[in-house]
């Protein structure tokens, strides 16, 4: 086995990493695109039952983490969710 088969999809096809590349650069140049992933990312750690700060820090913490976009910056992301709710007591 070649060392890249095992990150391609078959001949002509890109590998994953070229994969990941082209997404980042989807995510970073659409804000809105980026959003909507953060949201998804938000209703799936809500549903599994982080109160809605948290799962908002959580999936602006992926979002950085996995595509290098900043979604703390949209206009739709409440900037108090930025502190956890224990701090804000």
């Not at 913490?61 to 979604?71: E, G, Q």
């Amino acid at each position: 086995m070649k060392n890249d088969e095992h990150t391609s999809y078959g001949s002509g096809q890109p590998a994953a990493a070229d994969g990941m590349a082209i997404l980042r650069t989807a995510l970073s140049v659409d804000p809105d695109y980026a959003w909507s992933w953060h949201c998804a990312v938000w209703a799936a750690a809500h549903d599994e039952g982080l109160e809605t700060g948290a799962a908002n820090r959580a999936a602006a913490r992926l979002m950085r983490a996995a595509f290098d976009v900043d979604t703390t910056k949209n206009p739709n992301f409440n900037p108090a969710h930025l502190v956890a709710e224990k701090e804000q007591q």
